[in-house]
């Protein structure tokens, strides 16, 4: 069986953001980028597919040079393939783009599952992972929390989560694409070392841009939220802080 | 001229429309009274009845009845809705940007040729162009995303719009329709819900609510924010990557998937304030926030707000709190 995983490089949001000077997309030297969230959890839920059924997993990774990296990553963890997808930064977040991208590849490997974080942190369109299935006319869900597959490879299980912490059950017949929210255990870490000697030896397959590629829309404008403050925000050094907290809970009853 | 339509494609659980169903419903509505639009709610369901004679603040109510709609199967969602929404035309089609609206965004942004704008917090017509607003970056970034002609899709944002402009004292007409083709087979069985254990503490019905977000680095340091909830005669409650992690129980998690809570205090510690977990505790009473980054959105629905570690923070509050009951 063949799982492919999309791993997308997005913008860290714990570092500060910094907006280009057009007004309507990132500065892109002034921002860290990092492998998206969710696509880190498809990636170990595929490793954990990957134990029980022997299969073959293929990341995938997206982006520029920093890509390079979530490989060497996804292969000291266990991945048994990488390939590249250069995507020219201006194009990043586009979903749409990168369904069209991805797509001719993805329908000749003939992979069983495909599996990537169900949003990215810089989307604002429908979502990679169902536009790709559309392209590739197989089944989608998304907000995936756990998967569990026939040994035959005919059909998954997977658990999808919905408000209130209910989870709904249902059978898929693969091939399939599902968008992962969370895998069934934390990402595994590997050390440094390892990373650095998988970088080494990384063999990565290269894919070129099909001729006929499809962008989606693009923001008229980008800007920062904080604009509208709202919280009084109190001063001085942590114990300042816990004086006057203790003295707000206090006037409203609470401590 | 015929006016232009939105539809609203509802969501609803075990014979109930869920709120986002009346906060989308609001949210077309305002867009639609500006411009002198029409408002279709559209209703997938197995038994229409229990959404008959509502009061919704629609033009008009479609039900498009079949047995497979009982329960929100993305397939039977994607094969029923392109046809129809054909059928009807409309400019603007509204889904919930949530566990079931993501499954359709694709297959109806793809089956339709439209853009599908997620993320949206506000809803607003231009003269002929549609201008939505969406939140991105975990709630860090702003975009205002233009359509001019053409069929638009928006995911809305939970909590963007107010629940009780979803109904009003009218009930609009209602229609019972058939699917419009065959709906089996399909590629997607919906089995099961499975409902959450509840042996754990129901941290919807706790009044104090401290919540542990990434900024707490590890487990270990859990345990001096559970003693400061504890002094407050309160419960620990988390964000998604906490929850993730192992370190909390799924029952704890606070926000879309999570539970939505409205204590009378939220002192959310290191919490970004993404807006997955906020429009699950937005309606707290008092929300304290302390995180290390100035710009993080949590700040932005705080109402008192502090930059410090709050992992120096916690041992002094709870500190100065056992003192301040002491001193009573």
Redesign the interface.
Known sequence: MKIAVILRQVPDVVEELVIAEDGRSLAEDEVMHITNEGDEHALEEALILKARHAARVTAVAVGGDDAKDALATAVAKGADEAILVPIPSEHRGDNVRLASVLSPAMKSAGYSLILTGVWAADQVDAGLPGLLAMHLSVPYVGGVMSVSLEPDGTKGTVCKEFPGSRLGVMEVSLPAVFGIQSAEQPPRYVPVSRVVQAKRTLQVIELAEPPQVVGGMRAAKLTKSSAAARAEMLPGDAKHVAEQLVRILRERGIA | MIPREIVVVAEH?GGEL?DITLEMLAGAHELAYSVGWHVTCLILADDPKPFQGLSLTADKVIVVKDSSLG?????AYARVLPRLLKDLAPRLVILGN???G??????????LGA?????CVGLRAEGDRIVVT??????????????GEGLV?VLVMPGSFHRELGMRDEIPPFEIRSAPAAVKPL??????????KMEDVDVRKIP?LVAAG?GVQSKDNLAELEALARE?GGALCAT??VV???WLP??R?VG?????VKP??YLALGV?G?PEHTEGMNGSE?????NK???A?I???????????ML??VP??L???KE??GGR
């Open positions: 659980m869920n329960a929100p199967n993305p397939a949530t566990s079931i993501i499954d359709l965004a694709g297959p109806l942004s793809y089956g853009p599908a704008i997620s993320g969406s939140r991105l970056c975990g709630g860090k970034l702003v975009a205002r995303i233009e359509q899709i590629s997607v069985r919906f089995v099961e819900f499975i409902e959450p104090f990434r407050l998604r990557p993730d992690q192992g799924r029952t998690q879309r998937s999570g539970m939505t009378r205090l970004s993404a008092l929300i304290i926030a302390v980054d100035p710009e959105p700040f932005d629905i705080a109402h008192y707000g502090a930059t410090v570690d120096e923070l002094i509050l500190e100065k709190i301040a009951k």
